[in-house]
């Protein structure tokens, strides 16, 4: 890890060498790490604060700040999910390579969206697919 620690993946190196499939796996899990953390955290904030608030307005404040909470977690837990698949997709060189048309997905997506399966513009013809069939 210390060695990528000022290391960026660029467009002149081969893609998805071991270097750059090294670099995107230490961010995964530093991801995911921190999820898992935050997860904690917030087990151990629910389970602490006082839940009998003797206002009904507090209550239900108190009960809609929860609910968000767990929505919240739960999108997180999918997450970890999508982390886990790009990491076995490293391990098995498919990482960084549109699902859709096998083409490299690229680095500037990557960078943002670690977990990306398809290239900007397959990412896109699919949300448009989407878009028609919800406007049916």
Same mark, same amino acid.
């Given at each position: 890890m210390e060695k990528l620690?000022?290391?960026?993946?660029?467009?002149?190196?081969?893609f998805m060498n071991?270097?750059?499939?090294d670099y995107f796996r230490a961010k995964l899990l530093a991801w995911?790490?921190?999820?898992?953390?935050e997860s904690k955290v917030t087990l151990q904030?629910?389970?602490e604060e006082n839940v009998n608030h003797p206002d009904l307005a507090d209550?239900?404040?108190? +009960? %809609?700040?929860?609910? &968000?909470?767990l929505r919240a977690r739960d999108r997180q837990r999918k997450l970890i999910s999508k982390i886990d698949a790009a990491l076995q997709r490293i391990e098995d060189n498919t990482?960084?390579?549109?699902? +859709? %048309?096998?083409?490299? &997905?690229?680095?500037k997506r990557l960078e943002a969206?670690?977990?990306a399966t398809l290239s900007v513009?397959?990412?896109e013809r699919h949300e448009k697919r989407e878009k028609v069939y919800r406007d049916e």
């Open positions: 620690k000022n290391y960026r993946p660029t467009e002149k190196e081969p071991e270097r750059q499939r995911k790490d921190e999820i898992l953390r904030t629910l389970q209550r239900a404040s108190s +009960e %809609t700040d929860r609910a &968000i909470e990482y960084g390579y549109c699902e +859709e %048309t096998g083409d490299p &997905i690229s680095l969206r670690p977990i513009e397959a990412q």
